[in-house]
């Protein structure tokens, strides 16, 4: 039996007694729902289509965040999606909206938010950070909103959205972010974004250095924990726990159900630790709904219609898996051990080296080519990556590639020359916890690769 069939029972009975709610309205012929045969084929024909993928679903695949969410997610999902709420208001879903409350307030609770807070799920990270950046800009309209190199592309794109200055932290010689740089530009800055866990390495920003210094000088700090926000729950077993320890000083942060929360995609979430920030969205419009005195979703949101389906999944999810070191936490330790033996393994072989230690479960590494220049440590990198991904289903290897600048790289293996401007490396994402037991096996993947490369 695979992974979802042993569902399939408790997910027809559960629809069959919604289809008992649904007519008790009334047994009226519902229109579309007859050409049967099509749909069989036509599904038929997507499964064919869907095998066109990358092996998400296996360890093997170690390559971007890319994983299927938790099955019980996809049922809740499904079935959800028979309904169809909308979470734009709470009329439009009134039982999903307040699962998206509850599962908001165990995000909040976890954080180290404090009621009252302001806090509702988006369709993703990046919109859910345009959310922080608009309020960032409603507060302070004529100062820059600043973030390191190493912060996700898209502040870059929404500051051009919202036609606001936006201030790139430099990196020191050493490869380092330059934050004595922000430190000497405060009086420009209205707003930093801090990354809690990188895109690219799964660093954490250092918050807890950054913070008196930031509040001292009025400076408003949104996290943006699109990745890195659950490990919030092991926080005591990371280095860089001090960090973590902080985030509910913080004035909004960005979490992805998404990415570490088991859920499909459309789960992204965003709270303010104030609620005033509701004040710049607050809106009259007169096809929305009027009839509950409760602020609706849709008043704190710039989006409108949301998917109810969503918030059931993680609301659902959140049931199996509470947010504590005995529930998600089991999860996120084991990739975080994953990438440690990967690590141990690279670091202890002669034919690969790890660019910097992992902090949560992204490592970044490369073969070592014979040839010490950075086209060389490229070329090999880029035939490794297409080998892996070309190899027979029982041996490949799905791999992301990672491109650095020259002086970030030459500043750790100065041993290496700069024959070219950027150099690529391999990146693993060991987000599944089917990483730590095959992490041994993916190391030796690695070097049967190399060889036939
Ligand atoms: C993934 C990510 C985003 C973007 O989120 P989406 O859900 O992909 O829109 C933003 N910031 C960080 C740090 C991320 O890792």
């Known amino acids: 039996m695979n992974r979802y069939e042993a569902y399939l029972p408790v997910l027809q009975s559960a629809l069959r007694a919604l289809d008992d709610w649904r007519t008790q309205y009334g047994e009226e012929q519902l229109v579309g729902f007859t050409d049967t045969p099509d749909m069989i084929q036509i599904i038929q024909d997507l499964q064919k289509r869907l095998e066109g993928n990358y092996p998400f679903h296996h360890p093997q695949y170690a390559g971007q965040m890319l994983k299927p969410p938790h099955p019980l997610a996809w049922i809740a999902y499904a079935m959800a999606m028979t309904i169809n709420p909308n979470n734009h208001a709470l009329d439009g879903g009134p ?7 509850e599962a908001v307030a165990k995000l ?9 807070y302001l806090g509702h799920l988006t369709s993703g990270g990046t919109i859910a950070n345009l959310e922080a950046l608009f309020v960032a800009r409603e507060i302070h309209p004529q100062k820059a909103i600043a973030a390191s190199t190493k912060a996700h592309y898209t502040h870059r794109r929404m500051c051009r959205v919202l036609n606001t200055e936006f201030m790139e932290i430099p990196l020191k010689s050493n490869g380092e972010t330059d934050w004595d740089y922000l430190m000497d530009n405060l009086d420009r800055v209205g707003t930093v974004v801090v990354t809690m866990g990188t895109t690219g390495l799964g660093d954490v920003e250092p918050l807890a250095d950054l913070l008196p210094e930031l509040r001292k000088n009025g400076v408003r700090v949104h996290a943006d924990a699109a990745y ?10 990371l280095p860089s726990s001090a960090h973590w320890a902080k985030l509910g000083e913080v004035d909004s942060i960005v979490i992805d159900p998404h990415k570490h929360g088991l859920q499909p995609y459309g789960c992204g979430s965003i709270m303010f630790k104030d609620p005033a920030a509701g004040t710049y969205f607050k809106h009259d419009s007169p096809y929305t709904y009027f009839t509950s005195d409760e602020l609706h979703l849709g008043e704190i949101s710039l989006e409108c219609s949301r998917a109810g389906a969503s918030a059931a999944a993680f609301w659902a999810t959140l049931q199996l898996f509470p947010l504590t070191n005995d529930g998600l936490g089991k999860y996120l330790k084991s990739t975080v051990t994953a990438a440690k033996i990967l690590y141990r393994n690279l670091t202890g072989s002669a034919r690969f080296e790890c660019f910097k230690e ?4 992204i490592l970044v590494y490369f073969p070592i080519p014979e040839n010490k220049t950075l086209s060389a440590v490229s070329e090999l990198s880029n035939h490794l990556f297409k080998a892996g991904a070309e190899a027979a289903p029982k ?3 799905h791999l992301s590639l990672y491109k650095l600048g ?5 500043a750790r293996f100065s041993e290496y020359e700069a024959d070219a401007d950027s150099v690529t490396l391999l990146r693993s994402v060991l ?7 095959f992490a041994t096996k993916l190391t030796n993947r690695l070097h049967t690769l190399l060889d036939s490369v």
């Open 395 to 397: 041996e490949g290897l």
């Open 358 to 361: 992992p902090e949560l479960d």
């Open 108 to 116: 909040a609770e976890m954080v180290g938010y404090d009621n009252p």
């Open 406 to 410: 020259a002086d970030e790289f030459t």
């Open 95 to 101: 039982p999903t909206s307040e699962m998206e409350k």
């Open 431 to 437: 987000m599944k916890p089917e990483h730590e037991p």
């Open 228 to 237: 890195g926000g659950f490990f919030k729950i092991i926080e005591k077993e």
